[in-house]
RNA sequence: GGAUGGGUGGCAGAGUGGUCGAAUGCACCAGUCUUGAAAACUGGCGUACGUUUGCGCGUACCGUGGGUUCGAAUCCCACCCCAUCCGCCA
């Protein structure tokens, strides 16, 4: 969320930013319900102090008279704070929920419209594939080489899941060593995350789950949801902490399952493993001071091109326009890996996203850092990036590397976990 | 899951109804002393919100949420977490 004070004292700005996002916000509301607010907080704290007075005095008075007197004016005056308290904390709950629809501020650079108007920035350094032969899609090379069953995740998960054999499970085993080796080697320090986490940290995130479009599954009678991606639980690590400006910036990679309901995608629905319910995904995160994070960003997605590149998988780099930015995101970069077997002539596919989110998490989770010999504290600010999310990075390995004999080639980067250069 | 003991400032640790935002020690910062350092001494040292041009003042916060009371770190209830023991277990 953003900061109740900036957004009132800076109303255009923010009035702007929803026009350009594509969002209804009510700022002139939160305004006035504010205001409302502070004169409701002024008076409660007015009679809470006067209360304070009266209560000191009661056990100096000398007789009995004098002392009902004070009790009874004590207890008069807490009711009445009680009420204008109740009444500041009611305005303070309704001024959350309109702040918690407003989307974060945008970077000047980000272009403004909708998923068409995005930007592409760069191509990756392997070239799309010019094949002289009819490519099969990552379905088709899973038959010929029994990678996947998708007829048993059905019957025994429903629609959306899947089963990884033979050289599928190393693929998947591979890439996530490598991606793990490869962060370590960048200063991310590797975490093994929890798969659920609670609702006040989804939520801090900027997940809402538990509704009714939600992308989240939870745990019926707990508090509890499964993760739909280690984003939640990274961040969620330092909830509520005061860091030394010393930690700062500080990195992790995450590995985690992931767990979509992809509820509303129906008519999206694809075959395979392009939009499923549970994949695996190594997670890149990080907390900054607020003038490392455009740095910081940019450092991700170099760091995610490194990685396709490695991976041999040709990709372009997409610069997301305002109308296609999460509510958290300042600005977004997309990997878009070329899968030769998608749609009729092979289309580009989101495999990586990274966002920075300057202090719009950690203004919810309430994460702060000191600077050491200033005063006070202030909020880190978050960035999240995906590594490799074996399920669609697989994709486009099989669909880029297949030969005309339908063999796969092994990026070399990933042979030594794999165990061969070529599947089948 | 059961039993017991705990959760207080950066850390350790007092505090069982009123003047406690909280003793004391350590750490930290500034100063005195010293050629310098150490020691010693003196002073300072939480966060958030509100208010003020400013010094400052006010309110809240002692695991979390409720309750009792004029008044709660202190009493009551629920929950969470930690430690130890028992049970179970990959």
Redesign the pocket.
């Known amino acids: 969320m953003l900061d109740r004070?900036f957004i009132i004292q800076n109303a255009e700005i923010v009035r702007d930013n929803c026009t350009r996002r594509g969002v209804t916000c009510e700022i002139d509301r939160i305004i006035e319900l504010d205001a409302e607010r502070?004169t409701k907080?002024?008076l409660?704290?007015?009679l809470?102090?006067q209360?304070?007075?009266?209560?000191?005095q009661?056990?100096?008075s000398k007789d009995d008279a004098a002392r009902k007197a004070?009790?009874d004016k004590?207890?008069d005056?807490?009711h009445q704070k009680d009420a204008a308290q109740n009444a500041h904390d009611q305005l303070e709950g309704e001024i959350a929920e309109l702040i918690s629809a407003i989307p974060n501020l945008t970077h000047p650079d980000v272009p403004t419209g909708g998923e068409e108007d995005a930007v592409e920035i760069s191509l990756g350094k392997t070239p799309i594939p010019n094949f002289d032969f009819e490519p099969r899609n990552h379905v088709e090379l899973g038959e010929q080489h029994d990678l996947f069953d998708f007829e048993a995740g059905a019957r025994v998960s429903g629609a959306g899941f899947y089963y990884l054999k033979n050289a599928a499970v190393r693929l998947d085993l591979a890439l996530q060593q490598f991606a793990i080796s490869f962060l370590a080697g960048q200063g991310f320090t590797p975490i093994s995350t929890p798969d659920l986490a609670l609702t006040p940290i989804l939520q801090g995130i900027g997940f809402t789950p538990r509704g009714p479009e939600t992308q989240i599954y939870s745990v019926e009678n707990t508090d509890l949801n499964l993760v739909g991606t280690a984003e939640i639980t990274l961040g969620g690590m330092l909830a509520g902490q005061?860091i030394t400006d010393a930690e700062l910036p500080m990195r992790l990679c995450g590995l985690s399952h992931c767990f979509r309901t992809e509820a509303g995608a129906a008519g999206r629905a694809t075959k395979g493993l392009y939009r499923v319910h549970q994949f695996t995904k190594v997670e890149m995160f990080a907390f900054t001071k607020p003038d490392q994070s455009d740095a910081e960003h940019i450092r991700m997605r170099d760091l995610e091109c490194e990685i396709f590149d490695a991976l041999e998988v040709p990709y372009r780099v997409i610069d997301t326009a305002t109308g296609d930015l999460g509510g958290p995101a300042y600005r977004k970069f997309d990997l878009e890996a070329w899968m030769p077997g998608r749609g009729d002539e092979g289309q580009w596919g989101e495999v990586t996203s990274t966002s920075n989110c300057t202090d719009y998490q950690a203004r919810r989770l309430n994460v702060?850092f000191?600077t050491t010999?200033k005063?006070?504290?202030q909020f880190a600010h978050t960035l999240n990036g995906t590594a490799v999310a074996t399920g669609r990075a697989m994709i486009a390995i099989l669909e880029n590397h297949q030969q005309s004999d339908g063999r796969i080639a092994v990026p070399k980067v990933l042979q030594p976990w794999v165990g061969c250069d070529m599947i089948g």
């Open positions: 004070k502070l907080l002024q409660a704290e007015d809470n102090r209360a304070n007075e009266t209560s000191q009661i056990p100096k004070l009790i004590g207890r005056l807490r005061t702060r000191k010999g005063k006070g504290t």
